[in-house]
Each structure stands twice: as C-alpha cells, then as structure tokens.
C-alpha cells in the first residue's frame, strides 16, 4: 500500500506547483536522510524506501540548489552493481538537460551536470547498466548550448555507451537531437508517457 501511495505522488507530481512539492521534499527527508533532521526530530527510516526515492526524482519544481545536494546525495551512494538502479534513476532525473514537465529555469546547471557524469564514468557500466542510462540521460543533446554539456564529454560517454550493447542505440541521443524510444521512456521516467506526448 505505501508502494503504491508513493507510486500516485510522483505520478501526479507534474500537475503540483513548487510549493507543494517543496512540502513533499520537505516530508520525506526525515524517512530519506533522517541525519539532515533536528536533534530532537523523531527520526526513522522507511522499510521499503524504493519508491518514496523515485518520488524525489520526480519533482522537477523544487529550487536547483535543492536538486543539486540530493543529486550529490544519490551520487554518492552509487555503487558497481544493478543494486544502485534507483539512486542512479534519480540522478538521471534530477540532472535531466530536458525536464518531462518542469521550467528550463529549473534545470541544474550544466558544470554540476557535467561533474556527475564524469563520475558516472568511472563507475563499471557493464555491471551497472543503470549508471550507464543515468550518464545517458544527463548527457542527451537537446540542441541548447546553454544546456548541453561540452561535446568532448559528450563523445565520451557515447563511446561508453557503445561499449554496453543493450544501451548503445542511446549513443545516438547523445550526439544528436533524437525523440526518445518508447522502449526508454519508461527506463528513464518512470512511467512511459501517455500516448501522444512527446519529448522533442
């Protein structure tokens, strides 16, 4: 039951302002990161926190310096191996170059960006396909210098991408401007999107 009310909150995520998913951050970071709580603060963790971390992913309206300390957060609990699937899903979608729903003012910069994806690269992408999609995603091309990341960075992780068969075809979406395959909409957003709606 709690998987699924986690499951709705992000679904519904897009249609909330930046106040309301300040509120949800704000609620789940005692369960999520309970040392960020006040001493006297009742702490405690979640037993099956998988999907309440997806939510964080998910909004997309909270300020940058705020997806910036999670994205360092989930950052840093990267480990080699398919274990890290959801740390690495939400770095994905909180360094996204192209929000599914939010403002291009809400985008993280693209010096932030391009640090995590340096770390994603040293990470083992043959065991860990899911650093590789997060790597992927940050670097996708969106055709805006304001956004991309340098084309040298670019080219790398293209090339890392090709050396990983099952995610190689995301190389593509790495050099060139390319609508997402139905096949990866659901890998990098959680849901696939409702037919019709594309990302360009």
Wanted: charged share 30%.
């Amino acid at each position: 039951v709690w998987d699924a009310w986690w499951v709705m909150w992000r679904r519904i995520a897009g249609g909330l302002d930046e106040t309301a998913q300040i509120r949800i951050l704000d609620d789940l970071t005692p369960f999520l990161r309970p040392e960020l709580t006040s001493r006297n603060a009742r702490k405690s963790r979640l037993q099956r926190p998988e999907e309440a971390t997806r939510l964080v992913g998910a909004l997309e309206r909270v300020p940058v310096e705020r997806k910036i300390d999670w994205g360092q957060w989930f950052l840093s609990g990267l480990v080699d191996g398919e274990k890290t699937g959801r740390p690495a899903w939400c770095l994905a979608r909180l360094g996204a170059r192209q929000p599914l729903y939010g403002s291009l003012h809400q985008v993280i910069p693209s010096s932030t960006a391009q640090e995590w994806v340096e770390t994603l690269l040293q990470r083992d992408w043959e065991r860990t396909k899911n650093v590789a999609l997060a790597a992927a995603t940050i670097a996708r091309r969106t055709g805006d210098r304001a956004l991309d990341l340098d084309e040298a960075v670019r080219e790398r992780v293209a090339l890392a991408l090709e050396s990983v068969p099952p995610l190689a075809h995301l190389a593509l979406s790495v050099r060139e401007v390319v609508v997402l395959e139905r096949r990866d909409e659901s890998r990098v957003f959680g849901d696939s999107l409702p037919e019709g709606l594309k990302l360009t």
